[in-house]
């Protein structure tokens, strides 16, 4: 079965994939965002991932009604089309007035220092790394290889924005460190699950939590940026860049609970933005969630 998927399943997913990025890279940003958001906002709610996001939901956020939950589901499958449809214009769209940066004064007072940029998949989660890019300054980050390899082919080439790419995984964490030991700026998404992270408070609920980034920026004693990205209406984004303090008595399970709760804060803020089919929590396995 598995290699009849590979034989057929794997080129009948890479057409659509080269077709639909075809017509996206002819488009201007908007209206491959606009488009993007149009398609899944219509096929989303009807696919079979939609059933994980509203149990997602439902044990997050309890106190959301089933109709509050079902429109934010929605709203969510708009944002995710958008953000493929604007995923091979990232670079025109850092130099566009379609993003506005806060908090650049922070990258650039220790643009000698590097850092680790943090943030989640909200928003265009594309842009959380692109602070240090405005600024002129090379980037770092992870990616997680798809299981097409005829598909990852073509995603590869979006990474031409980054300085390096690393693999999830042991790679990304020796990435992170030989980047931050150059004193260059890393970025990294942490608020899906890894299974060598630690089982650490998220929404009230225990979650593999990844820790690497925040083992290494202790010892190496590197700047933590937090990266907030919010979609503001359609096609236009509004990146917060705020540093964050470490205390004296900070270790990285103190550390790594506050930037989980502070990602909290960011999701229920505007939970529409956020990326719920995944599996965040043990729990999360796609059942129907209870009405």
Known sequence: MKRLRQWIGWPIEALLVYTLIFVIRLLPPQLASALGGGIAGFLGPVSPWSWRSLFNLSYAMPELTVEERRQINRRMWNNLGRVVGEFFHIHQLIHSNRVIYEGLEHIEANKDRGGVLIGAHLGNWELVGTPPMKLG??????????????????????????????????????????????????????????????????????????????????????????????????????????????RPDDDVVSVASRINAEIETWIRSCPEQWLWPHRRWPASKGESPED
């Open 137 to 246: 300054l090379p980037v770092s980050a992870v990616f997680r290889p798809t299981n097409n390899p005829l598909v990852a082919r073509l995603l590869r080439q979006r990474n031409a924005i980054y300085h390096k790419m690393y693999e999830k995984g042991r790679p990304g964490a020796r990435g992170i460190g030989e980047t931050i030991r150059k004193n260059a700026f890393f970025a990294i998404l942490v608020d899906q699950k890894l299974r060598e992270g630690m089982m650490l408070d998220f929404f009230g609920q225990k979650a593999s939590t990844p820790v690497a980034h925040v083992k290494i920026a202790l010892k190496e004693k590197a700047p933590i940026y937090l990266v907030r990205v919010v979609r503001e209406k359609g096609c236009r984004f509004r990146v917060i860049v705020s540093p964050f303090e470490v």
